[in-house]
């Protein structure tokens, strides 16, 4: 047995059972050969490493400055690879089981006000061809809360504007409902009239967003957008399409909304996860204790 081989065999086995997306596959793939090269300059043998061996090296990994999200991502990456060779049979217990993770902490998300966002919307200058195309985009992040790459396959065979509903696939291919309001659902219906008019790709037909060659976005498209748009409309703040996500969560929580109702529209696993937006506007917190009848404003 050698590193690269069960290295190369673990990321097959990730990508085919887990369902893993290829950006995933590839940051773990990365952080293995972070191992792979740790372990062989002391020549280390997949089967032959210890837990001592690990925690060398998750000391080596926090020498070189990476922050404690890193960290335990390497750890959970390192945590599935040797639960994998245990598993297949190639080693009896996991050196890595009984390693804890690093704290990453709570990152708190930047969120944009319903004043900031439009005039986001309002900086677009739908006077050029992709304009109305990159104003519906924007209506799309933020009114259904949608991750990039959920946008980016979005089908126009799943956009039903007269139920109100999109049908999006997202991690791990799962597929929900997530509802589209009346602002976004006019948005895109201009970009659609536009979009028959195009010349497009073959394989591309159903792809609901599309560059002026008819083909698909990319990331990257999207992200250039979205800072272009936040820099014309005079946005000091660091603004990306996932900042339109937790925008879209926060507004909802701060309205009332009911945290397992956001928590599906979002997509999220866990609860936990959706969580995070009950920590954002403690000022809101702070309005509502003022409704009992014990409260004290100071």
Same mark, same amino acid.
Request: aromatic share 6%; proline share 3%.
């Given at each position: ?112 006000s319903a004043d900031e966002i439009d005039a986001i919307i309002g900086s677009?200058? %739908? !006077? ?7 104003? &519906? ?5 933020? *009114?259904?809360? /949608? +991750? ?90 660091? %603004? !990306? ?7 879209? &969560? ?5 309205? *009332?909304?009911? /945290? +397992?109702?956001?928590?599906?529209m979002l997509g999220h696993e866990s609860i936990i996860t959706t969580e ?23």
């Amino acid at each position: 047995m050698n590193w690269e081989h069960i290295i190369n065999d673990y990321a097959e086995y990730i990508g085919l059972e887990k369902s893993l997306s290829a950006a995933t596959i590839s940051a773990y793939g990365a952080d293995l050969k972070k191992l792979q090269t740790f372990m062989t300059d002391r020549s280390v043998e997949p089967e032959k490493v210890t837990m001592e061996d690990i925690e060398s090296f998750l000391s080596n990994i926090y020498d070189s400055g990476l922050s404690r999200v890193s960290q335990a991502r390497i750890l959970s990456g390192v945590r599935g690879f040797f639960k994998y060779m245990q598993t297949e049979g190639y080693i009896k217990t996991s050196p890595a089981e009984l390693i804890n993770s690093p704290n990453p902490g709570r990152k708190l998300p930047d969120v944009l006000s319903a004043d900031e966002i439009d005039a986001i919307i309002g900086s677009i200058d %739908v !006077s050029q061809p992709e304009g109305h195309r990159n104003r &519906a985009i924007i209506e799309v992040l933020y *009114g259904c809360g /949608l +991750r990039v790459s959920e946008l980016l396959s979005l089908q126009l065979s799943c956009y039903f504007p007269d139920k109100g509903f999109l049908k999006v696939t997202g991690k791990g291919n799962k597929e929900r409902l997530a509802p589209i309001g009346s602002q976004a659902i006019k948005a895109v219906e201009i970009y659609i009239s536009l979009r028959n008019k195009m010349k497009i790709k073959r394989d591309c037909e159903n792809i609901l967003f599309l560059n002026r060659r008819g083909k698909k976005l990319t990331r990257t498209m999207i992200l250039i957008m979205v800072k272009n748009a936040a820099v014309a409309a005079g946005i000091t703040k660091t %603004v !990306s399409p996932h900042t339109f996500r937790h925008s879209f &969560a926060t507004h909802l929580i701060t309205g *009332g909304a009911d /945290l +397992r109702a956001v928590q599906e529209m979002l997509g999220h696993e866990s609860i936990i996860t959706t969580e995070i937006y009950t920590h954002i506007d403690r000022q809101h917190l702070k309005e509502v204790i003022k409704m009992h009848p014990r409260a004290t404003v100071v």
